[in-house]
């Protein structure tokens, strides 16, 4: 079983920067697709940013250009670099995990494993 836990939200004023973490224990970290999702008030799901266990990366539209995933596989954590952030970032970000897996993945369902969130707030 696979415990992933995220860390780093918070509150900050719009253009600042976040990192947020997450921990995948319990599994084969090196070995699996890692993704960041969030959910705002009222909205659905959607995706932010995933990387695969080589590396390779893809980001939504809205994030491209201020976002970066990253991985440590030595720490079992990939971490979302947030940079130029907007008040429409406000939102959980949820971290996920797909064990054994070979690229990346963008949808909810290709994911296995998820954190329980943090709670990342821009005020304007």
């Known amino acids: 079983q696979v415990q992933v836990v995220e860390s780093g939200g918070g509150l900050v004023q719009a253009g600042g920067s976040l990192r947020l973490s997450c921990v995948a224990s319990?599994?084969?970290?090196?070995?699996?697709?890692m993704g960041w999702f969030r959910q705002a008030p009222g909205k659905e799901r959607e995706f932010v940013a995933a990387m695969s266990r080589r590396g390779t990366t893809t980001y939504a539209d809205s994030v491209k250009g201020r976002f970066t995933i990253s991985r440590d596989n030595a720490k079992n954590t990939v971490y979302l670099e947030m940079n130029s952030l907007k008040p429409e970032d406000t939102a959980v970000y949820l971290c996920?995990?797909?064990?054994?897996?070979?690229?990346?993945?963008?949808?909810?369902?290709?994911?296995?494993?998820w954190g329980q969130g943090t709670q990342v707030t821009i005020s304007s």
């Open positions: 319990g599994g084969t970290f090196s070995s699996s697709a």
């Open positions: 996920a995990a797909r064990p054994s897996a070979v690229g990346y993945y963008t949808r909810s369902e290709d994911y296995k494993y």
